[in-house]
């Protein structure tokens, strides 16, 4: 098997794990990384080769855009609190913690060095705390805090840990140009993605057609990324800044088409590059095992001790720091979303995992310092980090379903119900007041008033029945039940025409440019 086949084959697998993943009650991209670590000890699998420094401009960019889809500004500057004390403070604390035990354990081991480690397995991965806990119906305020925690704890981190590097291969090291490196990182951040934000959204209105459109957004988080990073800002915080600037500036409402496309389209790359990312941190196992050298005991027992930190500090640290976002919400009155009780605080210690992020930290890890010697304890790094990644990946990713179940943690169903049939009733009552300008303007017949005014009532019923009293539910009912019927045959006749449509691009003489260009209108028409 050849580097290429292994590629095509995460590529399927990534697309299995997820029908596997719904029945076993699982996260694909745990089911992914297992797999992963699977394939790693097959003879006939190759060893990946894959240069370490191009694992997060190619992966971290799609993911995390994916990710701020799903997600508002709103939600981010309501949260902005519980977002600081895990994305920031428990990144710090963690790197502190993790770099004073590993010092003191492993012979050798500079604290500058110890100090990577640390940052590079403070920070929860954002792909994996937004797959895994989006699919586990959780109360939408964990999604939302766990989502920020992990969009935003990369930035801290990422910077950390290139601060330590250069004190473990040779450069100054001052506090001071630490923090100010932090701030400029970010401030040139936020430019490049408001830029490129305010930009890509003026160029999607010059390209008009969805495909044209949803090609420019796959570029747009790549270009943030890079252009950031080449101008010594973080690339991560750029991706986070430009997404969200496209999500609140919609081109266009009546869009249709290329909402449904980019939706369709960012969900496949979701899919497929989840599955290849977290593949990959199970296949870097072989190499990683590789390193103990007849040390495995020791080397365990090590990556267990700073196992034990990481998920210990967390929690120790969620317990005030929850306690704090209570009291500061209730006295302040603030619009933010907070753990409410023990169990929810309990659901947020155990999502934090680990994952793509500090793989593609620890694997770029120089070889050797300035001196040209080789890097401190550089193997013995590698081995603990993985230790980390997998011992949070797998052992929590595979028990948080357990965990969330036995907690009896669930999403308000019925505040969500709520704000649905709150926005049926608007969305009816804007139809209405539209139908009411029309009607001032315009001759309508009374038969043809009648069917647009049940129409627009129709548009709030249909979003949330429940905003309709017995009688007129009933009355509904039956409409919806004759629409049913009539729609069932609409698409019945449709897919005729298809058929007959389709089976021309066969026959002699038929030009396939316009049997696409009939069947693209039909299809257009069903969708409708």
């Not at 932090?182 to 305010?198: D, I, Q, T």
């Not at 570029?219 to 990324?225: E, N, Q, S, W």
């Not at 379903?401 to 036995?406: E, I």
């Amino acid at each position: 098997m050849d580097q290429l086949a292994l590629l095509f084959l995460l590529l399927l697998g990534a697309l299995l794990t997820v029908p596997l993943g719904e029945r076993l009650g699982l996260p694909a991209p745990v089911l992914m990384t297992v797999a992963g670590a699977v394939l790693a000890f097959l003879p006939f699998v190759p060893n990946i080769e894959f240069p370490p420094e191009y694992i997060l401009p190619l992966v971290l960019p799609p993911l995390l855009y994916a990710a701020v889809q799903r997600t508002s500004w709103r939600q981010f500057a309501a949260n902005r609190r519980p977002i600081f004390l895990l994305a920031v403070a428990l990144v710090f604390v963690t790197t502190a913690a993790v770099a004073a035990v590993a010092n003191a354990l492993v012979p050798g081991l500079p604290l500058a060095a110890a100090l990577a480690l640390g940052a590079l397995v403070a920070p929860p991965d954002p792909v994996a705390a937004t797959a895994v806990a989006g699919s586990l119906g959780l109360p939408r305020r964990l999604v939302s805090i766990l989502e920020g925690e992990g969009l935003f704890n990369d930035v801290t981190a990422i910077v950390l840990y290139h601060v330590a590097i250069g004190a473990a291969v040779g450069s100054a090291f001052s506090w001071g140009a630490a923090a100010l490196e932090l701030v400029l990182s970010a401030v040139v951040a936020v430019v490049v993605g408001l830029l490129l934000g305010w930009l890509s959204n003026r160029l999607m209105g010059v390209l008009g057609e969805a495909t044209l459109q949803t090609g420019l957004t796959l570029l747009v988080p790549f270009v943030a990324y890079v252009l950031s990073e080449e101008l010594r800002g973080s690339g991560v915080l750029a991706v986070l800044v430009v997404a969200l600037y496209l999500a609140e500036h919609a081109v266009d409402a009546d869009d249709v088409m290329g909402r449904l496309a980019g939706q369709t389209f960012w969900q496949i790359v979701d899919t497929l590059v989840t599955g290849i990312a977290f593949g990959l941190i199970g296949l870097e196992l072989h190499n990683v095992f590789g390193t103990a050298d007849g040390r495995m005991a020791e080397m365990l027992g090590w990556g267990g001790a700073i196992l034990g930190v990481v998920v210990g500090v967390r929690l120790l640290w969620l317990l005030p720091a929850t306690w704090l976002a209570k009291r500061l919400h209730t006295r302040r009155d603030y619009d933010e979303e907070i753990p409410v009780g023990w169990r929810e605080t309990v659901v947020m210690w155990w999502s934090g995992m680990r994952g793509v992020a500090s793989v593609a930290l620890v694997l770029a890890i120089p070889l050797r310092n300035d001196a040209g010697q080789p890097f401190p304890a550089r193997e013995e790094i590698v081995f603990i980090a993985f230790c980390v990644i997998m011992g949070t990946l797998v052992a929590q990713g595979l028990t948080l379903p357990w965990l969330v179940r036995r907690l009896g943690v669930r999403a308000d169903a019925g505040a969500e119900r709520e704000l649905e049939r709150t926005l049926a009733i608007r969305a009816a009552k804007a139809a209405k007041r539209r139908l009411k300008e029309i009607e001032e303007t315009e001759e309508l017949p009374e038969e043809v008033q009648e069917r647009l005014q049940r129409g627009a009532f129709d548009i709030g019923a249909r979003i949330s029945p429940d905003m309709l009293d017995d009688e007129r539910r009933a009355a509904f009912a039956q409409r919806a039940e004759r629409y049913k019927v009539v729609q069932r045959i609409q698409r019945e006749m449709m897919s005729a025409a298809r058929h007959e449509v389709l089976s021309a691009r066969s026959e002699h003489g038929a030009d396939p440019e316009v049997v696409d260009r009939v069947l693209r209108h039909l299809d257009v028409r069903s969708m409708r």
